[in-house]
């Protein structure tokens, strides 16, 4: 029904059982994602060890974060898991991989001029499904006659390295809500060219895209970096909250 990154659970799916029980220690699909049932929670945060048809509750196990509104499925053991994974993968990527036209935010009104419509790919990740999903959506909308957002992936957690890859092969724009690339992905969009844009809330991006397209696209602000830390170790402190142990690795952080 709707999933998400929770810092301190990482991974968490709010699932409506249809048919059959779902039970800790079972190997699950959803989607591209699998993962063993860690826990199974339900509205009241009581655990459980079994879910039975018409049961909602939240999945702790999955590996990432799985889209909203596809079907979660138990298989028999993780190698079926992981073949199931690998084919819709290759699917997932044959899909992707389309040719389209070097492009960047800065430059998008540009493809006005012409006399056929133009596409303007986009890929976005977000904290979380809901949020993707409706970005997605009103992007899609966003187009005139003359240009055309096409959402070429959409998907959960930080923007990783296959993201760029992805984004430098279909020549799209990257959009980030509520995320930040990780270190290695961040270096590789520099030396890709990808255009990588952060926001907080929906209506900045489409916004964005829409001043683009009229060429009215206001001054980029640009984000000097001065540190960055890895996340080594999360703890749950009393009365203090969460707290991350980390490993400085570039810059300082005060």
């Known amino acids: 029904i709707e999933a998400r ?10 699932v409506l059982v249809q048919s059959g029980t779902f039970k800790t220690g079972d190997i699950v699909v959803v989607g591209a994602v699998m993962g063993r049932i860690r826990a199974i929670v339900d509205e009241n945060s009581v655990q459980h060890k079994t879910a039975g048809p ?13 889209e909203a509104g596809q079907e979660i499925v138990v298989v028999e053991n993780e190698r079926q898991a992981r073949d199931i994974i690998t084919y819709r993968k290759d699917q997932m990527r044959e899909m992707g991989m389309q040719e389209h036209k070097k492009v960047n935010m800065d430059e998008l009104f540009a493809n006005l001029q012409g006399e056929q419509a133009k596409e303007v790919p986009v ?20 187009g005139t006659d003359e240009v055309q957002v096409k959402v070429v992936h959409k998907g959960i957690g930080g923007i990783t390295e296959s993201d760029i890859m992805l984004a430098s092969a279909s020549n799209a724009i990257v959009i980030g809500l509520n995320v930040r690339p990780e270190a290695k992905a961040k270096l590789l969009a520099a030396q890709e060219g990808v255009d990588v844009r952060f926001y907080k809330v929906i209506y900045d991006a489409i916004d964005d895209i829409k001043q683009a ?9 640009v984000e000097k970096e001065i540190g960055s830390a890895d996340v080594r170790e999360v703890f749950s402190v009393p009365k203090a909250g969460t707290v991350a ?6 810059g300082h952080v005060t």
Do not use: H, N, Y
């Open 5 to 14: 990154l929770d810092r301190g659970r990482g991974p968490v799916a709010t």
């Open 54 to 66: 018409s049961i909602p509750f939240e999945l702790l196990g999955l590996e990432e974060v799985p």
């Open 123 to 142: 890929l976005i990740k977000g904290d979380v499904s809901g949020s993707v999903d409706a970005m997605a959506e009103s992007l899609s909308k966003a």
């Open 213 to 221: 397209m009229s060429g009215q696209l206001a001054p980029e602000e």
């Open 245 to 250: 142990g980390c490993f400085v690795t570039d």
